[in-house]
């Protein structure tokens, strides 16, 4: 009766760790970070991409409600050569606003540039000389209490 007793009482204590993280912070929007690494002599090439090509369309994704904001990063604290210079963070509203958020963005940018093509030969092709990616990440905020 006793072990039954303790097996309640630590199964109560444990489930009760979740519950009280949560009483310490909400949960807030989600951030896609894209982690880039500008080729050499590209840094300028890329920016200029992302203000011309990357920014409208994120303009028009806020407009429209899918994103939140956005922010271009630069890495002051750079490690490495092989280290990111450049982060890409869009802000969505929750998890679920990422459901089917990807296809609404093809469709927004494919609209603005004209055809598929097109963006695919801006967005994608050119950016290869450009830079490298060197990881995505998602994070979320939370919001202490």
């Known amino acids: 009766m006793k072990r039954l007793t303790l097996a309640v009482a630590m199964l109560s204590l444990w489930s009760a760790v979740p519950a009280m993280a949560q009483d310490q912070y909400t949960e807030g929007p989600v951030w896609d970070v894209t982690y880039v690494r ?17 920014a409208p369309i994120l303009a028009k994704e806020k407009k429209e409600g899918l994103v ?51 963006a695919e030969e801006t967005m994608v092709q050119k950016r290869v000389e450009m830079r490298e990616v060197v990881s995505v990440a998602l994070y979320q905020e939370l919001k202490m209490k």
Request: charged share 30%; no cysteine; proline share 3%.
């Open 38 to 54: 500008t080729k050499p002599d590209q840094r300028d090439a890329y920016l200029t991409s992302l203000k011309e090509n990357t």
């Open 68 to 118: 939140l904001d956005y922010k271009i990063l630069n890495n002051l604290t750079q490690k490495d050569p092989h280290d990111w210079d450049l982060a890409i963070a869009v802000q969505y509203k929750n998890f679920a606003a990422l459901d089917g958020v990807e296809i609404k963005e093809l469709e927004i940018r494919n609209k603005m540039f004209g055809s598929k093509k097109a």
